[in-house]
């Protein structure tokens, strides 16, 4: 039973560029939720999807990022034109339930992350 | 002002020892995280919480809805328990995230 997996680990991208960074949720997880690490900051929440369903992406950048997660395959996150600014540890989290379920264990798990460098 | 506030944002320990990290936060929570982060690592979920307290091997996690605080205890700690230790809340959709306490066991 393997976890979250994210791919790649390390993405190296030359400003301009598209970075397209890859989430397998855990299986039986069909609630998936993207984070930005940048240097020397705290995890920051981006985007939370369910299959085929963009549920809440108010801390997505409006510009040049988008997110998304098919009925079949992993949640992708795209940052098209990337700038230096973007270079951080892009993280995904999977869950069976939906946020409020309170004391259910709802199986939330983290991948390893990727890590962006823009040059 | 942060939704999450931890800490100490430092603490270096002998082995051995007794350690407390503290999280205080602001929003109206579903469920309390405690993370684990190794450097240049993953982030591995150690607890989650809604009330009353957990425990897993030498962890001990707990939380207070009424002060909304919450603490994760080491006992015996060891040079392995060295990493950046994140208090997360859940709000409605959102994740927010303390800024993580950087923990160092010597031996």
């Known amino acids: 039973n393997a976890g979250v997996m994210q791919n790649p680990r390390h993405l190296v991208r030359r400003r301009g560029q598209e970075a397209r960074l890859r989430c397998s949720p855990m299986k039986g997880h069909s609630h998936v939720y993207w984070y930005r690490q940048l240097p020397e900051e705290g995890l920051k929440f981006m985007v939370y999807?369910?299959?085929?369903?963009?549920?809440?992406e108010s801390g997505m950048p409006k510009e040049r990022f988008s997110a998304e997660f098919p009925k079949e395959g992993p949640s992708i996150l795209r940052i098209q034109q990337v700038v230096r600014g973007d270079s951080a540890a892009y993280f995904c989290?999977?869950?069976?339930?939906?946020?409020?379920?309170?004391?259910?264990?709802?199986?939330?798990?983290f991948g390893s992350g990727t890590r962006l460098t823009v040059v | 002002k942060n939704e999450v506030e931890q800490s100490p944002q430092n603490l270096t320990a002998q082995e051995g020892e007794f350690i407390t990290i503290n999280c205080s936060y602001s929003v109206g929570i579903s469920a309390l995280h405690w993370l684990q982060q190794h450097p240049g690592g993953g982030i591995v979920s150690l607890f989650m919480?809604?009330?009353g307290k957990k425990k897993h091997g030498r962890l001990i996690a707990t939380i207070n809805i009424q002060e909304k605080h919450s603490s994760l205890h080491i006992t015996a700690s060891h040079p392995r328990d060295s990493a950046v230790y994140i208090c997360a809340v859940r709000a409605g959709n959102q994740f927010y995230f303390g800024t993580g306490t950087s923990l160092t066991v010597i031996p």
């Open positions: 919480l809604s009330s």
């Open positions: 999807l369910q299959k085929e369903n963009i549920i809440d």
């Open positions: 989290a999977s869950s069976r339930y939906h946020a409020g379920n309170g004391a259910r264990d709802y199986g939330y798990t």
